[in-house]
């Protein structure tokens, strides 16, 4: 069974960021000032001043440690993990797996809006018991040797399973719908029901001949984006090794490459920090950068684009088998990547619950956290007293 863990990076780490830092050379901005181009110089340079001058990594060490943390050997590999008990009659247990290019951070807001709901002007009777895992290759939790994504939701059930669980709901983003995805395709029986805020982008690799109008929208979308922005996509997934060099030895560069997706995937208009502070996107940025797990973390990219026949064929069976059958909402904030039409979702899921938010974007536990935690309480609301039968067991 995992150990209680508390985040405490070495004075020495610290240090050598710091002189990191104070030796950045960044290009000039002539001709790099549209964050069309990506990450400007200009922009940049400010968030690396802050970082070297203002930024108190202690203070967010402090508030990452106010969750309940554990760190262990789950199914063979170490895994990071908050679990934080739910304030209310019989809180339900609800896993939530966070995606790229983010961490657990990204559920900082979301946590106590799920446990303590009374506290936050909700029902105490929509509790939760929070598990909050770090992906594996993310944070605390180092990649195992032979894992791969598509192992990830195996894990989670241990996890689970470990904790006393035997029945939960689940919701993921980005590589996080992914893995609840798979999660409830290979353990139906445990999984009540599963809340996304997207349609796991691999099912646009399938594309039927019977298209609505809005799917093919949709499709088109999907397309256009891998065009125009998709580069960071193809290079993770292709090349991983070089960028993860490059971005495991410069901090100014490793911030670059994660804030362009902070500015582009988020319903900022134009203003990044009107979404994030300097000192949440920092957050994410040392979190990558003390675990040095920005390599590691490409490697779900590559895993699915070099996987081969027989590994989705293995996935299609699981398909037939578990989360087509499964209870499933889907939230869907507008400045998202390319949010799905819901005839598109109900190909793959049992689709219970549909929601169309006015704002918000992909990191939307850290842009409308409120608006996220009361989609999640209403679609398991009257899901709670739901009791899955086994296969093979009489209801």
Same mark, same amino acid.
């Given at each position: 069974?995992?150990?209680?863990?508390?985040?405490?990076?070495?004075?020495?780490?610290?240090?050598?960021?710091?002189?990191?830092?104070?030796?950045?050379?960044?290009?000039?901005?002539?001709?790099?000032?549209?964050?069309?181009?990506?990450?400007?110089?200009?922009y940049l340079q400010s968030l690396v001043e802050y970082?070297?001058?203002?930024?108190?990594?202690?203070?967010?060490?402090?508030?990452?440690?106010?969750?309940?943390?554990?760190?262990?050997?789950?199914?063979?590999?170490?895994?990071?993990?908050?679990?934080?008990?739910?304030?209310?009659?019989?809180?339900?247990?609800?896993?939530?797996?966070?995606?790229?290019?983010?961490?657990?951070?990204?559920?900082?807001?979301?946590?106590?809006?799920?446990?303590?709901?009374?506290?936050?002007?909700?029902?105490?009777?929509?509790?939760?018991?929070?598990?909050?895992?770090?992906?594996?290759?993310?944070?605390?939790?180092?990649?195992?040797?032979?894992?791969?994504?598509?192992?990830?939701?195996?894990?989670?059930?241990?996890?689970?399973?470990?904790?006393?669980?035997?029945?939960?709901?689940?919701?993921?983003?980005?590589?996080?719908?992914?893995?609840?995805?798979?999660?409830?395709?290979?353990?139906?029986?445990?999984?009540?029901?599963?809340?996304?805020?997207?349609?796991?982008?691999?099912?646009?690799?399938?594309?039927?001949?019977?298209?609505?109008?809005?799917?093919?929208?949709?499709?088109?979308?999907?397309?256009?984006?891998?065009?125009?922005?998709?580069?960071?996509? @193809?290079?993770?997934?292709?090349?991983?090794?070089? $960028?993860a060099c490059a971005l495991n030895d410069s901090p /100014? !560069?490793? *911030? +670059?490459?994660?804030?362009?997706?902070?500015?582009?995937?988020?319903?900022?208009?134009?203003?990044?920090?009107?979404?994030?502070?300097?000192?949440?996107?920092?957050?994410?940025?040392?979190?990558?950068?003390?675990?040095?797990?920005?390599?590691?973390?490409?490697?779900?990219?590559?895993?699915?684009?070099?996987?081969?026949?027989?590994?989705?064929?293995?996935?299609?069976?699981?398909?037939?088998?578990?989360?087509?059958?499964?209870?499933?909402?889907?939230?869907?904030?507008?400045?998202?990547?390319?949010?799905?039409?819901?005839?598109?979702?109900?190909?793959?899921?049992?689709v219970q619950k549909w929601t169309e938010l006015d704002?918000?974007?992909?990191?939307?536990?850290?842009?409308?956290?409120?608006?996220? @935690?009361?989609?999640?309480?209403?679609?398991?609301? $009257?899901?709670?007293?739901?009791?899955?039968?086994? /296969? !093979?067991? *009489? +209801?």
């Amino acid at each position: 069974m995992p150990n209680a863990f508390e985040v405490h990076v070495a004075d020495e780490v610290l240090t050598d960021l710091a002189s990191r830092l104070a030796a950045v050379r960044l290009p000039s901005s002539a001709g790099f000032s549209r964050w069309e181009d990506g990450t400007p110089p200009e922009y940049l340079q400010s968030l690396v001043e802050y970082w070297r001058d203002k930024f108190d990594w202690r203070s967010q060490e402090s508030r990452l440690n106010s969750f309940t943390q554990f760190r262990g050997d789950v199914a063979g590999t170490t895994l990071h993990f908050i679990h934080e008990r739910g304030k209310g009659p019989d809180a339900m247990s609800l896993l939530l797996v966070h995606g790229y290019p983010d961490s657990i951070w990204r559920f900082h807001k979301l946590i106590p809006l799920l446990t303590d709901p009374e506290a936050h002007g909700g029902d105490p009777s929509d509790a939760f018991d929070v598990v909050a895992p770090s992906l594996p290759g993310y944070g605390w939790s180092p990649l195992a040797a032979n894992l791969t994504i598509f192992d990830y939701g195996n894990v989670f059930a241990e996890l689970m399973a470990a904790l006393g669980y035997e029945h939960y709901g689940a919701h993921g983003g980005d590589w996080g719908s992914t893995v609840v995805e798979l999660l409830a395709r290979s353990h139906a029986k445990h999984v009540i029901g599963v809340h996304l805020i997207d349609v796991p982008f691999w099912h646009a690799f399938q594309k039927p001949g019977d298209l609505t109008h809005a799917e093919k929208e949709y499709l088109s979308r999907i397309e256009g984006f891998t065009q125009k922005n998709g580069a960071y996509a @193809a290079i993770q997934g292709t090349r991983p090794a070089t $960028p993860a060099c490059a971005l495991n030895d410069s901090p /100014a !560069g490793l *911030a +670059a490459w994660i804030v362009e997706k902070f500015y582009e995937w988020s319903d900022c208009n134009g203003d990044l920090e009107s979404r994030f502070s300097k000192d949440e996107l920092l957050t994410h940025i040392m979190i990558y950068w003390v675990t040095q797990t920005i390599g590691s973390s490409f490697l779900p990219y590559r895993d699915f684009m070099k996987a081969g026949a027989m590994r989705w064929t293995k996935e299609a069976v699981k398909n037939w088998l578990g989360s087509d059958k499964t209870p499933a909402a889907f939230a869907l904030f507008p400045k998202d990547i390319s949010p799905a039409p819901r005839e598109w979702a109900e190909r793959f899921f049992n689709v219970q619950k549909w929601t169309e938010l006015d704002r918000g974007g992909h990191f939307a536990a850290l842009e409308e956290p409120e608006l996220l @935690a009361e989609d999640i309480r209403a679609f398991y609301r $009257p899901l709670r007293q739901t009791r899955i039968v086994p /296969a !093979g067991e *009489a +209801a």
